[in-house]
């Protein structure tokens, strides 16, 4: 049974703005995939259908087989519990430090008044440390996260996925924001992540190379439809072009940054 | 907790030991050790406490509060529910309201004209430190003196009147642009007054040909939004004071007639132009911002 | 401004265009202006001769008359007195309507999503409040409270509330949307959000508007005094009346010293808590 499957999903926003129209596509489990096509093609908008923070117009969406299109809050806090989410901007809480913002990713698992105060127990902290360990992180544990570099921010991002015990993690333009270098460093964690605890990863891309080179399967979605959805082999030049609606010849590598 | 996060721990858990910090009952500590965090919290505390002591110590001269708060639902409802002009003419209040507007807008102008010389001779990038520290000072001054004073004494000294009004609140107008124009000035490019004193640009040609060029957005938007609380203010001083306008037909509307109906038509005029100048401010500064 | 756009990237063909905007631009600003001036002095009845001529006039008799005196000195335990209630006065109406404002931001913004028509309601209560001048309040307060502390407290309340209520939702909106989302992301309910992730992110932010609310307050709470005859205010206009004008500077003197120490204590905080 596949981990995400998608059946005809469509979203407007207002009743006017189409950002997906009639997707379709499933993911099974363990499978790291990348979703690639310029910016507004609707790749934010996918992502965001799984976890609710958007709601699909139409279709219907399976987790692990159950639609989620019409789950109720409890449901859907279940799912997103067990779904990690990292950011372009990271979005973490700047003036906690970055054991606090790790566990964040507990808070889905507690109760309401526990999480608000902040209580966890040392289980959870230890697991956090080790985390943190795994990441690199350990030694500025106690930072507050505004002194930390793009990359390290990144990092604390996908700790904190980690702590949710994910079975699924959702990645909306993970490198977008960062050098190549630190790039490289996250791309080449979250490709660990998925090989060795596998974790299902679905990335959004702007960088064509990067999906070719770490993913086994890439979507190209342009205007809110699926153009290709396949091995990155069989994605050819023309391809590329008609999922970035650009001329022949044009620069790609990069393209829509 | 998941196994796979835990088939790790074995390896890393003595290492792990050394990065983390305990308090006195061997709990981990999650908190960023930060000044900031401790300033905020202090801060509260501290604010709260003189809350408290205020509340403790205040002379409430025996009010039944209940009775009060109860009166005063009761006015509300007369005041905003039945406003009436019974006192004072439609074209009576509107020449009123227009009083008002005009003691904004003089006291603005005054205010901008100051200001755009003390801004020039207070902003950190063109003006000299010396000087710039003097006009400070001399704002900070300036700004400490709640306006309500400054029209009452020049009252004494200069006359009941227009004057008075004016002067009142041209005083806050201009400290407030000095700060507003001079913050302005300092977001320009450094390297445009660089390009014309290489050039062998003077003062003044560096102000006229780039200075305020490049700034006078910023300064348009800063005077629109001065001009709306210079409005609340004359109206505030004409009541307070009795420099005219309508600000002057509230007071005399309600602790004089003691008309509740009154006071709620006058009420829901100024309402009325505070926000219609809110607007024209929030879409000048969206324009120019 | 079409002058400030081409500033930044002058191409040489076109200065001259460049020179004509900007001439126009002050043109039409000085006119503007003029014009202003113009109608504005003939409503009010200035004279901008007598305006001129008034503040150094002005400021001589300042000099002369409103140096506190023997007299003056032997009130400056009341005037003191007067003096704390008000800041007491200024720090609790700030702190109370903080709270109160602090909640119904957090109804009022869109990054807690709570309703939006809750939350549109709560924005039009904060623009009533924030655009109804507190003088307003004062002399309505006044028929049921008379001359008490409490008549300037909930004048300044109502105002305070809706000036603060705005500047939160703003803030929040700012400061706290992008973690909000993250934390929502991970399961997170609207408690466990607000106290982990609006609240630590915006503090600071909301601390310096309290303080910066705490300086207006009090010299708004003075103008409310004169008004209601209550606090500070009514010790100037006491003394101001009766032509004690050497007593009335030296509440002036007071009032400044309270707003400078507060002003610089408040700078000092800033900078620890940022």
Redesign the interface.
Known sequence: MPVLKFQNVSKVYDNVTKALTDVSFSVEEGEFVSVIGPSGSGKSTLLRCVNRLVDATQGSILLDGRDITRADKNEIRRIRKRTGMIFQHYNLVDRLSIIENVLHGRLGHKSALAGAVGHFTEREKEDAFRILAKLGLTEQAYKRCDELSGGQKQRVGIARSLMQEPRLILCDEPIASLDPSSAKVIMDHLSDINKTMNITCILNLHQVDVAMKYSKRIIGITLGRIVYDGPPERLSKSKIHEIYQSSEGELITDAGC | MSGLVVADAAPFALDLQKYMHKNRAGKIKTAAMSKNGFAVKLTVLVLLGLTLYGFATFDYKNIDIAEAVAGTFDNIKTMFGRPRLSYNTLAGALKALFVTFSLGALSTVFGAVIALFGALFCAKNIANPKAANIIKSFVAFIRAVPTILWVLIFTVAAGLGSVAAVIGLTFHSAGYLIKAYAESIEEMDDGIIEALKASGASFWQIVFQAVLPSSVGYMIAWTFLRFEINFTNAVAVGAAAGAGGIGFDLYMAGSHYFDLRELGFITYMIVAAVIALEMVASKIKSRVG | ?P??SM??APIPENQTSVFVV?KR?FTL?FLG?SA??A???V?????VI??FV??P??VS??AEN?VPDKKAWSRFPNILEKLI?TA??S??V???AAVCALFSALLGTKTTKINPWIGRGVRIVA??FR??????WA????????Q???TGF?ALFFYTFGVLTRTFIETIDEVSA??V?????????L??T????IL??S??EI?SW??YMIETN???S??IG??TATGI?YM??LY?KRMD?GSAGLV?IS??AL??LI?TISNQ?RK???
């Open positions: 401004m002058g400030v500033e930044k900007r631009t600003v202006v202003v001036f109608i504005s002095s409503v009010t009845d200035y004279n007598d305006g008034a503040i006039r002005a008799w300042i409103f209630e007491l006065l720090v609790a700030t702190v109370c623009a009533f655009n109804v001048p507190d003088v307003v002399i309505l307060l006044l028929f049921s409270f008379g008490n502390i409490l909930f992008n973690c989302e993250a934390l929502r992301a991970t399961g997170a309910n408690l466990q607000v106290f982990q992730g630590p992110s503090a600071p601390v309290i303080l009090i010299r708004n003075t103008l004169v008004l205010g100037f206009d101001y004008y002036v009032i400044v707003v400078i002003e905080i620890a808590i940022m």
